[in-house]
Every structure is written in structure tokens, then in C-alpha cells.
């Protein structure tokens, strides 16, 4: 693997309809980072994760990736870009009907045209990678929340890409298992290189694992603070420092 993907978000607008959701949103997510979009609930976090990894299409504005612009491109070269980055929606969004091999085998199948045999055997490294060797024949409802959010980490690692995307993984988990994630979310970064999108309001994440930060503030629709989360527990806006201390200075 070369140089740690870097990503930039450049004048992005977001909206649906009539409403607009974010505007004017500009950052840089450095190569090998983690990068933590924070916000209270329903200021368009998880929205801004859907447009960066193509799901949904800006108003305005681009997401470049080490120089090249998403949107820009065309729709072929839009797929080569994903095959870069992986995905851990917020509940994992596993098969039931599927064991948790066969889960993390898909994007091996479908995208990269694996035989399928070949890619139970990659799936069964993937899930050792994260904890979970011996329990490849297990059922999405055999196991824990904070196992599924393995499994779908795993599944997101299956093409080992150079970024990973975590839509609010401690969601659900008790402390101890976010814990847990926090730390192989961690590993992995430290380990592999790998760039990794944190979307969450979980404080005891945001401060372990980001390296920087951007704050959406829901009433103003933009990003009104960025940096790292320790130094923005002092920001002048006063919205930032009650979330970041939970209204506890």
C-alpha cells in the first residue's frame, strides 16, 4: 500500500427538496487519520457520510479524493473510487438468512467476482482480524450487538480498502463493547494505515480515537468549529463546548 488516502470536502451543499441540510461545508481528512463528524442528533452527520461515499448527490460543492474529484467524474470512474473505501452502517445491516462468513463473503462475490469458495476463506481472516475466529458458521441472531458491529466492520474490510466510513458504531452497545470497538477501530488504523470517517456523538470515542474533528450545528446548517477534539472542548461557540462537555464546564 503507497501513501494513506487523503480526502477533501470542498464547498459541499446538502439538501433534500426544498430544505437544505448543510451548506458551505469544507475540510480535509489527512491520510491516515480519524477523522470525527460530531453534531447533535438530526444536524445531518450521517447525510454528509452518504454523500462522501457517493450514496447521495450534493447541491454544490465536490469530495476529492488524493486530488480527484467524486462527483466530477464519471459514473465508471465513480465505481473504480469506491472500490477504495469501506462501509459500517449504524446497525450493521446484516443478512439474517446469511451466516456471518457469508455476509462478509459478499462484497468479495459481487464485486471483486471472487469463486465463492475462495472468498469464505478470505471472509474467515477477515472476521479473525476482528476477534471472531470460530464463529464464521454462526447467525446474525446467535450473537451480541457489539459481535454484529464486528461482523459488519469485518464485511467493510473485505476488500481491504484504503478508507473506512463508520456510521455511529458504539450505537446500541453497551459501554464495555464500545469500548472494545473503540480499541479495535484503533488497531486497525495503527496496524493497516488505514484512513477512517468516525460519525458519532459519543464522547468517550470522540476524544479516544479522533485525530480531528468537525462540528454541524443544526440551527446555523454549516460547520461552525474544526480541529481536535481536546482543543475544541475550549471553542469560542458556545454550542460546541456544551457537546463536548455535555453542558458540564
Not at 469530495?63 to 464519471?74: P, Q, S, T
Not at 454484529?148 to 476488500?159: D, E, H, I, P, S
Not at 484504503?162 to 486497525?188: H, K, M, N, T, V
Not at 488504523?189 to 479522533?210: A, N
Amino acid at each position: 500500500m503507497g501513501e494513506p488516502a487523503q480526502i477533501e470536502v470542498r464547498d459541499l451543499t446538502m439538501g433534500y427538496g426544498d430544505r437544505i441540510v448543510q451548506e458551505d461545508i469544507a475540510f480535509t481528512v489527512g491520510g491516515g487519520e480519524i477523522f470525527v463528524i460530531m453534531g447533535d442528533s438530526g444536524c445531518g452527520k450521517s447525510t454528509l457520510m452518504r454523500h462522501m461515499v457517493g450514496l447521495n448527490t450534493p447541491r454544490s460543492g465536490d469530495v476529492f479524493y488524493d486530488g480527484e474529484g467524486y462527483w466530477a467524474a464519471e459514473e465508471e470512474r465513480r465505481e473504480d473510487l469506491k472500490r477504495r473505501f469501506g462501509v459500517l452502517y449504524q446497525y450493521a445491516a446484516l443478512f439474517s438468512s446469511m451466516t456471518l462468513a457469508e455476509n462478509v463473503s459478499l462484497p468479495l462475490v459481487e464485486q471483486a467476482g471472487l469463486p465463492f469458495t475462495e472468498a469464505l476463506a478470505v471472509a474467515r481472516l477477515k472476521l479473525a482480524l476482528v476477534g471472531l475466529a470460530g464463529f464464521e458458521g454462526h447467525y446474525p441472531s446467535e450473537i451480541s450487538g457489539g459481535m454484529k458491529k464486528r461482523t459488519g466492520l469485518a464485511r467493510a474490510m473485505a476488500l481491504d480498502p484504503e478508507i473506512l466510513y463508520f456510521d455511529e458504531p458504539s450505537a446500541g452497545l453497551d459501554p464495555l463493547s464500545s469500548r472494545r470497538l473503540d480499541d479495535l477501530i484503533l488497531e486497525l488504523r495503527d496496524s493497516l494505515g488505514t484512513t477512517i470517517v468516525l460519525v458519532t456523538h459519543e464522547l468517550p470515542s470522540i476524544f479516544e480515537l479522533g485525530d480531528n474533528a468537525v462540528f454541524l450545528d443544526a440551527e446555523k446548517k454549516t460547520m461552525t468549529a474544526s480541529g481536535r477534539p481536546a482543543e475544541l472542548k475550549e471553542s469560542p461557540d458556545p454550542k460546541v463546548r456544551a457537546f463536548l462537555t455535555r453542558g458540564r464546564l
